[in-house]
């Protein structure tokens, strides 16, 4: 299986909570990560959790993270339009060259919040 | 800051031609990666820079791709000769290796390549 595992496509309905779900099998991630793609753009980080947290909160977003399970979510608090996007999981441990956190990424979920 | 600049933006071509695409990273930065993402394959790491350096290229497919990065401010990846399978949307990221935000990548807006 892949290193990084998550859920192609979900959909909500526009004010609800949208929970997207990762699983992982490093165990020994550093930090783990959420990037959204918006269409015709880059990934850009919009948020992430060091391995040693079980839970960070940043305004609507909240990120859960069981490490027992190799678990990692993503909930957006009232889902607005504007959050339709593909949104990447990653995990990423320290490189013995240059010490730089290279990320493992999933293969994305499409949101797709409707009125 | 005007972020990681890639281009061209979009780029077609004929099987056979050689195609250059160009980044440049975000100032100060000291890591660059290379990333080509399908929809088959999803989001792939092509290969990694450190201090221009190049560090991992165990990503690049095949011996028609290869990658410089003559100084701090740019590199390229090249492919020569092209083929269709090798359409797909190539990101370029940056990313410091020092300071409170080494762990995050920063992406360019990325080069849609269209090999016909």
């Known amino acids: 299986g892949e290193d990084v595992e998550q859920s192609l496509f979900l959909s909500v309905r526009e004010g609800d909570s949208s929970v997207i779900n990762c699983t992982y099998t490093?165990?020994?991630?550093?930090?783990l990560y959420w990037y959204k793609q918006e269409p015709g753009a880059g990934l850009q980080l919009l948020t992430y959790?060091?391995?040693?947290?079980d839970m960070k909160q940043d305004q609507r977003l909240t990120v859960l993270l069981n490490k027992k399970d190799k678990h990692l979510s993503l909930r957006i608090a009232d889902t607005q339009t504007g959050d339709s996007a593909i949104y990447f999981c990653?995990?990423?441990?320290?490189?013995?060259?240059?010490?730089?956190?290279?990320?493992?990424f999933g293969r994305g979920t499409s949101l797709i919040v409707h009125p | 800051d005007a972020g990681v600049i890639q281009s061209p933006r979009h780029e077609v071509t004929e099987m056979g031609q050689e195609v250059t695409l160009r980044c440049k990273p975000i100032?100060?930065?000291?890591?660059l990666f290379w990333y080509r993402q399908t929809m088959m394959r999803g989001l792939e790491l092509l290969i990694y820079?450190?201090?221009?350096?190049?560090?991992?290229d165990s990503g690049m497919p095949e011996d028609r791709f290869s990658a410089k990065m003559p100084n701090a401010s740019f590199s390229t990846l090249k492919i020569q000769p092209s083929e269709p399978r090798d359409s797909a949307v190539y990101f370029c990221?940056?990313?410091?290796?020092?300071?409170?935000?080494?762990?995050?990548?920063?992406f360019g807006p990325g080069t849609r390549l269209t090999v016909t």
């Open positions: 990221a940056s990313s410091p290796t020092s300071g409170s935000r080494s762990y995050e990548q920063y």
């Open positions: 490093d165990s020994s991630s550093t930090y």
């Open positions: 959790i060091f391995s040693n947290m």
């Open positions: 990653a995990e990423s441990r320290t490189l013995r060259f240059g010490g730089s956190y290279i990320p493992t």
């Open positions: 100032s100060g930065h000291n890591s």
């Open positions: 820079f450190n201090n221009n350096v190049p560090i991992d």
